[in-house]
Protein backbone atom coordinates (compact mmCIF):
# COMPACT_ATOMS: atom_id res chain seq x y z
CA UNK A 1 0.00 0.00 0.00
CA UNK A 2 1.56 3.55 -0.49
CA UNK A 3 1.98 5.83 1.93
CA UNK A 4 0.84 9.52 1.07
CA UNK A 5 3.21 12.11 0.65
CA UNK A 6 4.53 14.92 1.72
CA UNK A 7 2.35 17.45 0.72
CA UNK A 8 0.10 19.87 2.79
CA UNK A 9 -1.96 19.88 -0.31
CA UNK A 10 -3.52 16.87 0.40
CA UNK A 11 -6.12 17.25 2.84
CA UNK A 12 -8.57 14.69 1.91
CA UNK A 13 -5.95 11.53 2.70
CA UNK A 14 -5.95 12.59 6.23
CA UNK A 15 -7.82 10.14 7.74
CA UNK A 16 -7.82 7.20 4.91
CA UNK A 17 -4.19 6.01 5.91
CA UNK A 18 -3.62 2.98 6.50
CA UNK A 19 0.19 0.68 6.35
CA UNK A 20 0.15 -2.82 5.39
CA UNK A 21 2.28 -4.87 7.80
CA UNK A 22 5.98 -4.22 6.55
CA UNK A 23 7.89 -7.09 4.81
CA UNK A 24 10.89 -6.71 6.59
CA UNK A 25 11.16 -7.83 9.99
CA UNK A 26 14.02 -6.15 12.22
CA UNK A 27 17.44 -7.36 12.13
CA UNK A 28 18.81 -8.45 15.69
CA UNK A 29 21.10 -6.16 17.49
CA UNK A 30 24.78 -7.21 16.82
CA UNK A 31 23.67 -8.09 13.17
CA UNK A 32 26.70 -5.66 12.32
CA UNK A 33 30.14 -5.26 14.55
CA UNK A 34 30.92 -1.66 13.97
CA UNK A 35 28.85 1.89 13.86
CA UNK A 36 29.22 4.42 11.99
CA UNK A 37 29.60 4.28 8.20
CA UNK A 38 31.03 0.76 7.66
CA UNK A 39 34.06 0.24 5.38
CA UNK A 40 32.61 -2.69 3.66
CA UNK A 41 35.41 -4.25 1.63
CA UNK A 42 33.23 -5.90 -1.02
CA UNK A 43 31.96 -2.30 -2.41
CA UNK A 44 33.68 0.67 -3.87
CA UNK A 45 33.48 4.38 -3.19
CA UNK A 46 33.03 6.87 -6.51
CA UNK A 47 32.76 10.55 -6.72
CA UNK A 48 29.42 11.71 -6.35
CA UNK A 49 28.28 15.87 -7.68
CA UNK A 50 25.38 16.79 -5.52
CA UNK A 51 23.05 19.54 -3.86
CA UNK A 52 24.46 20.44 -0.09
CA UNK A 53 21.00 19.10 0.91
CA UNK A 54 18.98 22.17 -1.50
CA UNK A 55 20.54 25.02 -3.34
CA UNK A 56 18.59 27.26 -1.73
CA UNK A 57 19.42 26.23 1.97
CA UNK A 58 23.18 26.40 1.23
CA UNK A 59 22.74 29.25 -0.78
CA UNK A 60 20.09 31.54 1.18
CA UNK A 61 18.68 32.63 -2.61
CA UNK A 62 15.31 32.58 -2.21
CA UNK A 63 14.66 33.84 -5.19
CA UNK A 64 16.12 30.78 -6.84
CA UNK A 65 13.34 29.02 -9.37
CA UNK A 66 13.00 25.77 -11.22
CA UNK A 67 12.69 27.69 -14.47
CA UNK A 68 12.05 24.46 -16.42
CA UNK A 69 14.77 22.39 -14.86
CA UNK A 70 16.99 24.70 -16.29
CA UNK A 71 21.10 24.40 -15.31
CA UNK A 72 21.18 28.04 -15.17
CA UNK A 73 18.82 28.58 -12.68
CA UNK A 74 21.40 27.31 -9.66
CA UNK A 75 24.46 28.44 -9.71
CA UNK A 76 27.89 26.04 -9.74
CA UNK A 77 28.64 27.04 -6.33
CA UNK A 78 25.50 25.04 -5.16
CA UNK A 79 27.02 21.99 -6.33
CA UNK A 80 29.60 19.90 -4.20
CA UNK A 81 31.74 16.71 -4.57
CA UNK A 82 31.34 13.89 -1.94
CA UNK A 83 32.42 10.53 -1.67
CA UNK A 84 29.69 8.03 -2.95
CA UNK A 85 29.91 5.12 -0.91
CA UNK A 86 28.90 1.55 -0.62
CA UNK A 87 28.70 0.76 -4.80
CA UNK A 88 28.71 -2.63 -5.55
CA UNK A 89 31.60 -2.26 -8.18
CA UNK A 90 29.65 -2.49 -11.39
CA UNK A 91 29.38 1.19 -12.72
CA UNK A 92 25.57 1.65 -12.09
CA UNK A 93 23.85 3.73 -8.81
CA UNK A 94 23.91 -0.07 -7.10
CA UNK A 95 25.16 -0.70 -3.65
CA UNK A 96 24.60 -2.26 -0.51
CA UNK A 97 21.65 0.19 1.21
CA UNK A 98 20.20 1.68 -1.97
CA UNK A 99 19.98 1.00 -5.68
CA UNK A 100 18.50 3.26 -7.98
CA UNK A 101 15.84 0.85 -9.73
CA UNK A 102 14.36 2.81 -12.89
CA UNK A 103 14.66 6.44 -13.74
CA UNK A 104 13.33 8.58 -16.52
CA UNK A 105 16.03 8.94 -18.87
CA UNK A 106 18.94 6.90 -18.98
CA UNK A 107 20.57 5.29 -15.66
CA UNK A 108 23.74 6.59 -14.89
CA UNK A 109 26.71 4.46 -15.12
CA UNK A 110 30.51 5.16 -14.55
CA UNK A 111 32.88 2.23 -15.19
CA UNK A 112 35.22 4.50 -12.58
CA UNK A 113 32.30 5.43 -10.28
CA UNK A 114 32.89 9.12 -11.32
CA UNK A 115 28.85 10.57 -11.45
CA UNK A 116 29.18 14.37 -12.13
CA UNK A 117 25.97 15.73 -13.66
CA UNK A 118 24.12 19.42 -13.52
CA UNK A 119 20.29 19.32 -12.63
CA UNK A 120 19.17 19.36 -16.31
CA UNK A 121 20.37 15.84 -16.31
CA UNK A 122 17.86 13.07 -15.32
CA UNK A 123 20.74 11.05 -13.93
CA UNK A 124 21.46 14.37 -11.33
CA UNK A 125 18.23 13.27 -9.59
CA UNK A 126 19.66 9.76 -9.68
CA UNK A 127 22.71 10.31 -8.33
CA UNK A 128 21.13 12.64 -5.25
CA UNK A 129 18.78 9.72 -4.77
CA UNK A 130 21.38 6.96 -3.92
CA UNK A 131 24.02 9.69 -2.11
CA UNK A 132 20.99 10.88 0.67
CA UNK A 133 19.69 7.56 1.17
CA UNK A 134 23.10 5.83 1.76
CA UNK A 135 23.51 8.54 3.72
CA UNK A 136 20.30 8.21 6.20
CA UNK A 137 21.15 5.00 6.34
CA UNK A 138 24.76 5.70 7.14
CA UNK A 139 23.53 8.18 9.86
CA UNK A 140 21.39 5.47 11.69
CA UNK A 141 24.30 2.97 11.83
CA UNK A 142 26.55 5.89 13.40
CA UNK A 143 24.03 6.14 15.58
CA UNK A 144 24.12 2.47 16.79
CA UNK A 145 21.30 1.30 14.96
CA UNK A 146 22.78 -2.36 13.76
CA UNK A 147 25.02 -2.80 15.92
CA UNK A 148 24.66 -1.39 20.02
CA UNK A 149 20.92 -1.08 18.69
CA UNK A 150 18.46 -3.15 16.24
CA UNK A 151 19.43 -2.10 12.98
CA UNK A 152 16.49 -0.08 10.98
CA UNK A 153 15.87 -0.43 7.00
CA UNK A 154 19.66 -2.40 7.02
CA UNK A 155 18.81 -3.80 3.50
CA UNK A 156 18.99 -2.31 0.10
CA UNK A 157 16.48 -0.06 -0.55
CA UNK A 158 14.44 0.60 -4.36
CA UNK A 159 14.31 4.40 -5.43
CA UNK A 160 12.42 5.21 -8.58
CA UNK A 161 13.43 8.39 -9.62
CA UNK A 162 11.52 10.91 -11.48
CA UNK A 163 8.48 7.99 -12.76
CA UNK A 164 5.67 10.20 -11.01
CA UNK A 165 4.64 12.52 -13.08
CA UNK A 166 3.02 14.55 -10.18
CA UNK A 167 4.65 16.65 -7.82
CA UNK A 168 4.58 14.44 -5.38
CA UNK A 169 6.65 11.35 -3.37
CA UNK A 170 5.60 8.66 -1.83
CA UNK A 171 6.90 5.21 0.24
CA UNK A 172 5.90 1.80 -0.40
CA UNK A 173 6.59 -0.58 2.57
CA UNK A 174 5.97 -3.89 0.14
CA UNK A 175 8.71 -3.62 -0.71
CA UNK A 176 10.72 -0.87 0.55
CA UNK A 177 10.68 1.44 -2.25
CA UNK A 178 10.29 5.25 -3.19
CA UNK A 179 9.40 7.35 -5.67
CA UNK A 180 10.34 10.43 -6.22
CA UNK A 181 8.39 12.68 -8.22
CA UNK A 182 9.34 15.35 -10.59
CA UNK A 183 6.52 18.10 -10.77
CA UNK A 184 7.67 21.38 -10.21
CA UNK A 185 11.22 21.52 -8.84
CA UNK A 186 12.33 17.55 -9.44
CA UNK A 187 11.66 16.04 -6.15
CA UNK A 188 15.16 14.76 -5.71
CA UNK A 189 17.14 17.61 -6.32
CA UNK A 190 15.99 18.29 -2.67
CA UNK A 191 17.87 15.84 0.15
CA UNK A 192 15.24 16.61 2.74
CA UNK A 193 12.12 15.17 0.37
CA UNK A 194 14.32 12.25 -0.19
CA UNK A 195 14.99 11.92 3.28
CA UNK A 196 11.82 12.23 4.87
CA UNK A 197 10.38 9.59 2.37
CA UNK A 198 13.10 7.62 3.86
CA UNK A 199 11.82 8.99 7.17
CA UNK A 200 8.44 6.61 6.10
CA UNK A 201 10.16 3.17 5.49
CA UNK A 202 12.13 4.02 9.16
CA UNK A 203 8.76 3.86 11.12
CA UNK A 204 7.56 1.37 8.93
CA UNK A 205 10.76 -1.00 9.70
CA UNK A 206 10.43 -0.13 13.49
CA UNK A 207 7.04 -0.96 13.90
CA UNK A 208 5.19 -2.87 11.31
CA UNK A 209 1.79 -1.08 10.30
CA UNK A 210 3.06 2.10 11.45
CA UNK A 211 0.44 5.36 10.88
CA UNK A 212 -2.38 3.10 11.30
CA UNK A 213 -4.17 6.26 13.37
CA UNK A 214 -4.47 9.97 12.36
CA UNK A 215 -2.14 10.79 15.27
CA UNK A 216 0.44 8.27 14.40
CA UNK A 217 0.11 9.14 10.61
CA UNK A 218 0.87 13.26 12.03
CA UNK A 219 4.01 11.67 14.30
CA UNK A 220 5.01 9.79 10.57
CA UNK A 221 4.84 13.37 8.70
CA UNK A 222 6.58 15.13 11.23
CA UNK A 223 9.51 12.61 11.93
CA UNK A 224 9.90 12.84 7.97
CA UNK A 225 10.58 16.10 8.09
CA UNK A 226 12.43 16.42 11.78
CA UNK A 227 14.53 13.53 9.80
CA UNK A 228 15.69 15.17 6.63
CA UNK A 229 16.56 18.33 8.35
CA UNK A 230 18.50 16.53 10.69
CA UNK A 231 20.36 14.20 8.16
CA UNK A 232 21.03 17.46 6.14
CA UNK A 233 22.74 19.38 9.07
CA UNK A 234 24.42 16.32 10.19
CA UNK A 235 26.22 16.08 6.87
CA UNK A 236 26.76 20.20 6.17
CA UNK A 237 28.53 19.80 9.28
CA UNK A 238 30.69 16.57 8.16
CA UNK A 239 31.56 18.72 5.07
CA UNK A 240 31.25 22.18 6.33
CA UNK A 241 28.60 22.98 3.42
CA UNK A 242 26.51 26.17 3.88
CA UNK A 243 23.51 26.66 5.91
CA UNK A 244 22.49 30.41 4.95
CA UNK A 245 18.71 29.55 5.42
CA UNK A 246 16.59 28.78 8.36
CA UNK A 247 18.03 25.42 9.45
CA UNK A 248 14.68 24.49 11.06
CA UNK A 249 13.55 24.46 7.32
CA UNK A 250 12.36 21.18 5.47
CA UNK A 251 12.20 21.13 1.93
CA UNK A 252 13.39 24.89 0.86
CA UNK A 253 13.94 24.01 -2.52
CA UNK A 254 11.51 21.77 -3.60
CA UNK A 255 8.30 24.28 -1.99
CA UNK A 256 9.94 27.24 -4.19
CA UNK A 257 7.23 25.83 -6.12
CA UNK A 258 4.43 26.17 -3.78
CA UNK A 259 5.34 28.49 -1.50
CA UNK A 260 5.65 32.23 -0.88
CA UNK A 261 9.79 32.94 0.51
CA UNK A 262 11.26 32.21 2.76
CA UNK A 263 10.42 28.55 1.21
CA UNK A 264 9.59 26.25 4.04
CA UNK A 265 6.72 23.27 3.38
CA UNK A 266 6.46 23.21 6.83
CA UNK A 267 7.02 24.92 10.11
CA UNK A 268 8.67 23.73 13.19
CA UNK A 269 7.46 26.78 14.90
CA UNK A 270 3.92 27.07 13.83
CA UNK A 271 3.10 27.16 17.51
CA UNK A 272 0.69 25.02 16.88
CA UNK A 273 -1.15 22.53 19.83
CA UNK A 274 -3.27 19.62 20.11
CA UNK A 275 -6.31 22.36 20.01
CA UNK A 276 -5.64 23.53 16.39
CA UNK A 277 -5.77 20.12 15.11
CA UNK A 278 -7.37 19.49 11.83
CA UNK A 279 -7.63 15.58 11.22
CA UNK A 280 -4.84 16.43 8.42
CA UNK A 281 -1.56 14.86 9.19
CA UNK A 282 0.76 17.00 7.34
CA UNK A 283 -0.48 19.42 9.35
CA UNK A 284 -0.99 17.99 12.48
CA UNK A 285 2.73 16.74 11.85
CA UNK A 286 4.06 19.84 12.38
CA UNK A 287 2.55 19.88 16.30
CA UNK A 288 4.99 17.04 17.01
CA UNK A 289 7.73 18.38 14.67
CA UNK A 290 8.04 21.41 16.70
CA UNK A 291 8.74 19.59 19.58
CA UNK A 292 11.21 17.53 18.00
CA UNK A 293 12.93 20.48 17.20
CA UNK A 294 12.85 22.09 20.30
CA UNK A 295 13.38 19.02 22.27
CA UNK A 296 16.84 19.29 19.82
CA UNK A 297 17.84 22.60 20.89
CA UNK A 298 17.31 21.39 24.81
CA UNK A 299 19.66 18.78 24.34
CA UNK A 300 22.04 20.84 22.82
CA UNK A 301 21.69 23.76 25.67
CA UNK A 302 22.15 20.86 28.38
CA UNK A 303 25.68 20.00 27.21
CA UNK A 304 23.94 16.81 24.94
CA UNK A 305 24.23 16.68 21.24
CA UNK A 306 21.63 16.73 18.65
CA UNK A 307 22.68 13.58 18.11
CA UNK A 308 22.21 11.84 21.46
CA UNK A 309 18.11 13.54 20.69
CA UNK A 310 18.39 11.90 17.73
CA UNK A 311 19.65 8.53 18.97
CA UNK A 312 16.95 8.53 22.02
CA UNK A 313 14.01 9.71 19.88
CA UNK A 314 14.63 6.99 16.99
CA UNK A 315 15.15 4.38 19.87
CA UNK A 316 11.88 5.56 21.11
CA UNK A 317 9.91 4.82 18.30
CA UNK A 318 10.36 1.07 18.70
CA UNK A 319 7.65 1.42 21.73
CA UNK A 320 5.05 3.51 19.77
CA UNK A 321 2.30 1.70 18.64
CA UNK A 322 0.91 1.32 15.00
CA UNK A 323 -1.58 3.12 15.65
CA UNK A 324 -0.32 4.93 18.74
CA UNK A 325 -1.59 8.53 20.11
CA UNK A 326 0.69 11.89 20.72
CA UNK A 327 0.39 11.48 24.06
CA UNK A 328 1.45 7.84 24.69
CA UNK A 329 4.23 8.38 21.76
CA UNK A 330 5.33 11.32 23.93
CA UNK A 331 5.45 9.10 27.25
CA UNK A 332 7.23 6.48 24.89
CA UNK A 333 10.10 9.28 24.45
CA UNK A 334 10.63 10.61 27.70
CA UNK A 335 11.21 7.29 29.27
CA UNK A 336 13.31 6.36 26.87
CA UNK A 337 15.00 9.73 27.23
CA UNK A 338 15.21 9.07 31.10
CA UNK A 339 16.54 5.87 30.61
CA UNK A 340 18.95 7.23 27.70
CA UNK A 341 20.29 10.48 29.10
CA UNK A 342 18.71 11.11 32.72
CA UNK A 343 16.30 13.27 34.43
CA UNK A 344 17.34 16.81 33.18
CA UNK A 345 16.47 15.93 29.26
CA UNK A 346 13.87 13.94 30.36
CA UNK A 347 12.20 16.90 31.93
CA UNK A 348 12.93 19.41 28.76
CA UNK A 349 10.95 16.11 26.86
CA UNK A 350 7.82 16.21 28.60
CA UNK A 351 8.18 19.99 28.62
CA UNK A 352 8.17 20.73 25.23
CA UNK A 353 5.54 18.05 24.85
CA UNK A 354 3.17 19.82 27.14
CA UNK A 355 3.68 23.26 25.17
CA UNK A 356 2.26 21.78 22.83
CA UNK A 357 -0.66 20.39 24.42
CA UNK A 358 0.38 16.45 24.72
CA UNK A 359 0.63 15.05 28.08
CA UNK A 360 0.62 12.01 30.23
CA1 LIG B 1 16.43 18.06 -12.52
CA1 LIG C 1 8.64 18.79 -6.72
CA1 LIG D 1 16.32 22.85 4.85
ZN1 LIG E 1 5.33 12.01 4.14
Redesign the pocket.
Known sequence: MTRRTHRTRNLVLASTITLAAAALSVPSAGAAKAPGPQANPATTTGTARIFM??PV?STGDQSLTDDKDSAAAVPQSAYALAPLRNLDGSGYLRGTWVTVASATGTPAYSPSEDFRYDRSQDQFEQVMAYFWVNRAQEYLQSLGFGSTFPGIVKQQFEVKVDQYGGDNSYQTDKPFRIRLGKGGVDDAEDA?VIVHEYGHAVHASQVPGFGASEEAGSIGEAWGDYFG?SV?LDAADEFHWPVK?D?A????WDSTSYTDAPHCIRSFSAGLTVADKIGEVHFDGQIWSQALWEIRNDYVGLRKSARDWDRTLVLSQFRYAPDTSFSAAAKATYETALQQDGAKVAKAVKDRFAARGITF
Not at 249 to 252: T, V
Open positions: VNQEVGAPCPMD
